[in-house]
């Protein structure tokens, strides 16, 4: 039998710390943790994180790493919807100071030290979808400007508090407006008007996926500042799904439901790469209505409906990785 040297070239070395530098599909064994250990490029997958500490679907979210989440309101299965806000640090999450106004499916954009925090629904069904605006310094909720039109369960993206895009929405529409950090401003709308849909980006390169029209649909639409353009499908047509990513380049898509009839909900990933969708490692907990953070190839997933209401906390990686062997 042929040895891995006569296949590869190179014996496995034994070194006493994993090399600085490895290069796809090197191995070698650490002498200090008596482990063998290789170097590969993953498409994707899904770990488990720290769990939140209140169990909630339908929650607003903001992040743009994975290890610096915030996720605030939902529903809680309460006749009021809550207003509690979590942070997440990249371990575990941290109760902080809670939202004015408590509510659900609404959007959210920035990060855990910069968020806004924009319409939703005051009650089960959702009740009067509000317009309401609150921006976050890291400290404290602060009521801003209200946007133009209410809405709940729209898509939104923004790497800052003070530049943020909404679209889509409940009443289903195609309305799309831009905050600037002080007001918000009707912009040009989508294609497809629907609800129920995720997206990613900033207010100026942004991506918009899934939905519903009223049935499910796996459409894409591309935004540059100025207008959405339709772009290629999803491989997967869902609703009530979760996204993360950067720009209309580089998102990820992840979690939702099919249909509105008793079909499961799923945990299908998929990643966006400016031109095309491709699948990548499923969560391992599948869900609906859940919250999320970071980028396509670091991205976070948290609460959502199993159902029930859960606290799960997943966190994606794909892209150069070290790992262990072992023999399972």
């Known amino acids: 039998m042929a040895t891995y040297k006569e296949i590869n070239g190179t014996n496995i070395q034994v070194v006493s710390s994993d090399p600085s530098n490895p290069v796809e599909g090197q191995l070698w064994y650490n002498s200090t943790s008596n482990t063998v250990k290789g170097f590969i490029v993953s498409a994707g997958s899904w ?18 790493t994975q290890a610096a989440a915030l ?28 939202l004015n106004t408590g509510r ?17 629904g005051l009650a089960f069904p959702p009740g009067g979808p509000t317009a309401i605006t609150e921006s976050w310094n890291g400290s404290n909720w602060t009521e801003v400007n ?24 409940d009443p289903v529409t195609t309305i799309t407006e831009n905050w600037n950090g002080t007001n ?12 129920l849909l995720a997206g990613n980006g900033t207010n100026t390169s942004a991506l918009a996926y899934g939905g519903e029209t009223p049935s499910a649909t796996a459409a894409t639409e591309s935004w540059n500042g100025t207008n959405w353009t339709s772009v290629n499908s999803m491989n997967t047509v869902r609703r009530r799904l979760a996204g993360a990513g950067a720009s209309n380049t580089s998102g990820l898509a992840f979690a939702g439901k099919i249909s509105l ?5 799923t945990g299908a990933t998929e990643s966006w ?12 907990v599948a869900r609906e209505f859940l919250g999320s953070s970071g ?34």
Do not use: K
């Open 47 to 64: 770990a488990t994180g720290g769990a939140m500490n209140t169990a909630r679907n339908s929650l607003g979210s903001a992040g743009t």
């Open 71 to 98: 996720g605030f309101g939902g529903d809680t299965n309460a006749p009021t919807m809550p207003a509690d806000t979590e942070s997440y640090n990249g371990t575990a999450w941290t109760e902080v100071n809670n």
């Open 104 to 120: 659900q499916a609404l959007g959210g954009a920035g990060t855990n030290t910069a968020a806004l925090a924009f319409g939703g």
């Open 146 to 169: 209200d946007m133009n039109t209410a809405r709940t369960y729209f898509g939104s993206a923004g790497a800052t508090n003070t530049a943020c895009l909404a679209f889509g929405g």
């Open 184 to 195: 918000w401003t009707e912009v040009n709308d989508l294609n497809t008007q629907r609800d």
């Open 261 to 265: 009839g008793p079909d499961p909900v």
């Open 273 to 284: 790469n400016g031109s095309n969708w491709t699948e990548v490692g499923d969560m391992s």
């Open 295 to 328: 980028t396509n190839s670091s991205a976070l997933g948290f609460g959502g409906n199993i159902p029930p209401s859960t606290t799960s906390t997943e966190e994606f990686s794909s892209g150069p990785a070290t790992v262990t062997l072992t023999t399972s």
